[in-house]
C-alpha cells in the first residue's frame, strides 16, 4: 500500500483498518506492507476518484463540470 506520503498522519492506523476489512471479506491471514517506492502521485488515482474530488492536473483548463 501506497500512501501519499511518508508523514501521512494515517499511517499508523490505515494500515490496521485495510486489515481489518480485507478480514470482514472472509480472509483469514492479512498483512499490509506500506511502501513509498514507486511514489504516489494524482496521476494514480482512478478516472473515478478523479471525478468525485473534482482533481485536474495542473495546467488542464476546468471543464463544464469543474468548479
Given at each position: 500500500?501506497?500512501l ?30 506500506l ?6 502521485t ?21 471543464t463544464?463540470?469543474?468548479?
Amino acid at each position: 500500500m501506497t500512501l501519499t506520503s511518508p508523514f501521512c498522519p494515517l499511517m499508523r492506523i490505515l494500515p490496521k483498518i485495510v486489515e481489518d476489512e480485507v478480514r470482514r471479506l472472509g480472509f483469514k491471514e492479512v498483512s499490509v506492507e506500506l511502501t513509498f517506492d514507486p511514489p504516489w502521485t494524482p496521476e494514480r488515482m482512478s478516472e473515478e476518484a478523479k471525478r468525485l474530488l473534482q482533481y485536474r492536473a495542473a495546467g488542464t483548463p476546468p471543464t463544464e463540470e469543474s468548479p
